[in-house]
């Protein structure tokens, strides 16, 4: 069964410290690995990856994928009470070629 | 302003009765699609439509019918038959494109409450 997991679920961290959010996935006939950002409603896109070792940056945020290893990583440096939100890691292909999602890790910024 | 709308934000609605969830899009996509969010879940797919009058199960589409009329209208509804609709809907699209993947744009979704 397709299937992708991310770790912490939940985290709490000070303005300014840097964060790293994980997902490893299982998913069969797999393309590309997308995160989303969760605020209050809609998720927003943030990155999407399909090659492995190359980072994608978008300001303070960047993520990689290893492919051989099966999992990405999100990193979130000098972090801001703005990036409270729920952070959502996606998985495409399996049988249809979806999207599986992940249940999300929460991060709480605290000023 | 182009982008996706549902409506209503939020929803109340008394158990047995069904309820159906808007979902538009000008954004021109041939791919729409409806999640669950529940707390701890994440999104789990329920329906999705690749293209006008056609339309596939998801992961949890027992006690959901959806239709797929119009390509910026794919409404959802919540039947009698589900056994906890209590939820937060989430309504997305994509260009239909095969290969490395797409990026799915969401909508603000609907909260829907049933008791």
């Known amino acids: 069964e397709d299937k992708v997991v991310q770790s912490p679920l939940s985290l709490v961290v000070h303005e300014g410290d840097t964060v790293t959010l994980n997902c490893s996935y299982e998913?069969?006939?797999?393309?590309?690995l997308l995160w989303y950002k969760q605020e209050k409603k809609a998720p927003t896109f943030l990155f999407m990856l399909?090659?492995?070792?190359i980072e994608k940056k978008s300001g303070r945020l960047s993520s990689i994928l290893d492919k051989k290893e099966l999992f990405s990583i999100l990193n979130i440096t000098a972090t801001q009470t703005g990036d409270s939100a729920i952070y959502l890691c996606?998985?495409?292909?399996?049988?249809?070629?979806?999207?599986?999602f992940g249940t999300g890790t929460l991060l709480a910024v605290q000023p | 302003d182009g982008g996706i709308t549902q409506s209503p934000k939020y929803l109340f609605r008394k158990e047995g009765q069904n309820v159906t969830l808007s979902c538009e899009q000008n954004l021109n996509h041939d791919a729409m699609y409806w999640y669950r969010q529940d707390p701890g879940q994440g999104l789990r797919l329920i329906y999705y439509?690749?293209?006008?009058?056609?339309?596939q199960k998801g992961d949890i589409a027992e006690g959901y019918s959806v239709s797929r009329e119009k390509k910026e209208s794919f409404p959802l509804t919540v039947t009698s038959a589900q056994k906890n609709p209590t939820a937060f809907y989430l309504c997305?699209?994509?260009?239909?494109?095969?290969?490395?993947?797409?990026?799915?744009?969401f909508g603000p979704g609907t909260r829907l409450t049933v008791t």
């Open positions: 998913v069969t006939n797999f393309r590309s």
């Open positions: 439509s690749q293209i006008v009058n056609d339309f």
């Open positions: 997305a699209s994509s260009t239909k494109k095969e290969g490395v993947g797409y990026e799915q744009y």
């Open positions: 996606a998985g495409y292909g399996g049988a249809t070629n979806k999207l599986i």
């Open positions: 399909t090659s492995s070792g």
